[in-house]
Structures are given as structure tokens and as C-alpha cells.
């Protein structure tokens, strides 16, 4: 199937949620797509952080005979760039999303192709998209280069984070065996701990009722947890308690979602809430008492997700986040992420492109610049582009 095939539309996000909300679950489903290219983990975005739906739109593609072959959410933002008025395309994320995604059942290429073509057809200005979180070296990281060089519109990159995985067929014990020697003494001291029932109970949440009995458990111990006082725990943020709150009422009942607590001595101290999807499992936020770090609670935790998640047939634990000390010691496999910006062909959208190329030229060059000709330089280019983006405009 060529890029011309398909059937193209952008619509707001009320009108296409309405009508295709159920097509896009099945896309999904059938896909095996990362969880936050679901409609479930979109709704959670959408409220938590109280989008405005004005700013909000979908690109969609359907092939002849009408089935949903892609969507793509995306937000417009309104910025100033040199004193004149641009409006930025950004995919809908914030920080917990997982690696930045395309849900479509055609190849990455074919896919991009198929957004870029629409984008530019759209009636609205835009003059670049900021992409977070993409895989470098993915194939979706290779489609949006392929995409830029072949409309030549410009493109930026900078670095992200780095998500530890553990990819593992078999069970914790064996990969416990593979381990160095200090490795395989602390893990399974801290096996011992979790599986005494004298002092350590570990409850497991799967269903709706029962996630919501964790959830208040959850907040508990993130209120009494190092990142409280960070300003990075659920109890810090509303926006973040909200966005959890709709994750637990969204994906709950499809089975994917599970909430774990460790009790010592019958009180909660460490919790986890982990999500399921095929073969892998992602973790998604985790916290612990703080006043009982001696004792290593969130480490006891994490040692009995990971045995009971690769003894029911999980491949593949994905930390997500950043590539923290306690992740690194289970694995040194790692996601490298990038954020990309790709601008619009308009004449505008180029000398932004323009700009940014020899700003970047002033930070990295080790040799002397002729700075007065620089500044006449960058002068001209405000000037033109101020120009013509009133014409694109």
C-alpha cells in the first residue's frame, strides 16, 4: 500500500473520540502498540492536565474499505520566536509516557509519510513539530529523518533520556545465577526478606475494586517517601495524582494494570504500579517509606515484581525513566531517547530553521566568530522571517 492510498483526515478531538473511539481501541489491540498510543492512556492525558479540546486534534488514515490504519493526537501551542507569532505541532506526552510512538498498522516510513502529507494539507499554520522521546535509531527515528530529507524540511535533535530494560526469558533465579557474585548475595538477601512471613506480606491488586483499594494505599506511602519532598511524587502534583487516578479507572478493567504493596510488620511501606501488555511490563511509578530505607523496602519490592512477573511468562521489564543507579544493577541495557524537531516547508518555517542552525553555530564553534557579522547576520533573518511569516500567516 502506497502513502496515496489511504484515506486522510485531521479532526478536533471531541468529534473523532465520539465517532471512532472503538475503531481506535482495535487498532490498538490489534497492533500490540506501547500502552500510551492507547485511548485509555490519551483520556488520561487529556484530563488530568485539562487540555484545551480547541487545541487538540487527530490525524487519522483509513484504508478502502474503511478500516482505521492510523491516529495520531497532536496539540497546536502559540510561542514568539523574534518577536513574531509561531505555532508549534506537538504529538500529546508529558513525562510518563513511555517511548515516543506512531500508532499505525503500516511500516514507520509509509506511516510518516502518510502524517507529514496530511499536516501539510491541514488548513491551519504550523511552522515546526516537537517530537520527545523518540528511540534513536529506531525505525520511527529513521522514517522522520527520512521524511525531513525528502520534503526538505529542516530538522533539530537533542538528546533525552536513557530507560533501562532487562530483557529475560526464564526465571529470576536464573538470572540471578548469571549475575556477579556480590549481585546474586544481595538479591537473594533480599528474597529471603520479601518471602519471610513473619514480618513481610506482599498484596497484589489486578482487579477494578481492588485497585481501588490500592490507590489510597499508594498515596500513603508516596506521602511518606523521599519524593515527596523532591516535588516528584503523586502527592506532589495534582496534575499527577489526576493522571494516575484516570489510569487506574481507564485501563482497569481491561486487565493490564496491577498495583503491589509490601506491609512490614502489617504496615504499607513500598508500593508499585506496574502494566502489562503482551510479554512486557513497564513500570510505572514505585515509591517507598522513607523513614525504613534501612531496610530496603523498595528494593525488597522490586526483586518480587520481578520474580513474579518473568515466572508468568514476562520477557521484558521496562524500567522506563531515567537510567538510576538501582535499574543499572539489573541490567545495562538502555533505550536511548531524542527529541526531534521537524519544521514545515513554508518559507518561514525554513528561516527558523535557519536561525536555529546558526545559533547553533555560535555555541559550538572553538573558533573566533566575526561577531558584529553574525549579529547583521541574525538581524536580517528576524527581519525576513518576521516577514514572512505575516505572509504565511
Keep these: 500500500m502506497t502513502p496515496s492510498d489511504p484515506t486522510l483526515q485531521i479532526q478536533p478531538w471531541q468529534d473523532f473520540i465520539t465517532a471512532h473511539e472503538a475503531d481506535w481501541l482495535s487498532l490498538w489491540q490489534r497492533t500490540g502498540a506501547s500502552p500510551d498510543l492507547s485511548p485509555m492512556w490519551m483520556h488520561a492525558l487529556v484530563v488530568a492536565h485539562s487540555v484545551d479540546a480547541r487545541q487538540l486534534h487527530v490525524v487519522s488514515a483509513r484504508g478502502a474499505d474503511g478500516c482505521l490504519m492510523m491516529v495520531w493526537p497532536f496539540q497546536t501551542h502559540a510561542r514568539q520566536v523574534a518577536r513574531v507569532p509561531v505555532v508549534e505541532i506537538a504529538p500529546v506526552q508529558n513525562i510518563f509516557c513511555m517511548h515516543a510512538g506512531l500508532l499505525s498498522c503500516l511500516e514507520a516510513e509509509p506511516s510518516v509519510a502518510l502524517l507529514m502529507q496530511a499536516l501539510r494539507r491541514w488548513t491551519q499554520p504550523w511552522h515546526w513539530l516537537e517530537l520527545a522521546d523518540l528511540e534513536a535509531g529506531s525505525p520511527l527515528h529513521r522514517a522522520w529523518q527520512a521524511a525531513s530529507k525528502a520534503g526538505r524540511h529542516g530538522l533539530r535533535s537533542q538528546p533525552g533520556e536513557r530507560p533501562p530494560y532487562l530483557p529475560h526469558q526464564g526465571s529470576l533465579d536464573e538470572l540471578i545465577a548469571a549475575g556477579s557474585k556480590k549481585f546474586r548475595k544481595k538479591i537473594r538477601g533480599l528474597l529471603r526478606d520479601v518471602r519471610d512471613p513473619k514480618t513481610a506480606r506482599v498484596q497484589w491488586y489486578r482487579e477494578p475494586q481492588e485497585l481501588a483499594e490500592y490507590q489510597p494505599l499508594a498515596l500513603s506511602i508516596e506521602a511518606r517517601s523521599w519524593k515527596h519532598a523532591a516535588g516528584s511524587a503523586i502527592t506532589s ?75 508468568a511468562g514476562c520477557r521484558e521489564y521496562d524500567f522506563l525513566g531515567k537510567d538510576e543507579d538501582y535499574k543499572l544493577e539489573w541490567t545495562d541495557s538502555v533505550r536511548r531517547h531524542l527529541g526531534l524537531r521537524v519544521y514545515n516547508d513554508s518559507f518561514s518555517s525554513q528561516a527558523l530553521a535557519m536561525m536555529d542552525r546558526l545559533r547553533k553555530a555560535t555555541r559550538l564553534s572553538t573558533y573566533p566568530l566575526p561577531t558584529n557579522g553574525m549579529v547583521v547576520a541574525m538581524t536580517v533573518m528576524e527581519s525576513t522571517l518576521e516577514s514572512g511569516a505575516r505572509l504565511a500567516m
Excluded at 487516578?245 to 482497569?252: E, N, T, V
Excluded at 510505572?284 to 528494593?299: C, N, R, V, Y
Design 237 to 311: 502534583r495534582d496534575w499527577e495524582a489526576a493522571f494516575y487516578a484516570q489510569l487506574i479507572q481507564r485501563f482497569g478493567p481491561t486487565g493490564h494494570l496491577m498495583g503491589v504493596v509490601l506491609f512490614l510488620d502489617g504496615q504499607p511501606v513500598a508500593h508499585s504500579l506496574e502494566l502489562r501488555h503482551g510479554t512486557r511490563t513497564f513500570g510505572l511509578k514505585s515509591s517507598f517509606d522513607h523513614t525504613l530505607a534501612k531496610q530496603s523496602p523498595g528494593h525488597m519490592l522490586l526483586v518480587h515484581v520481578l520474580d513474579t512477573c518473568f515466572a
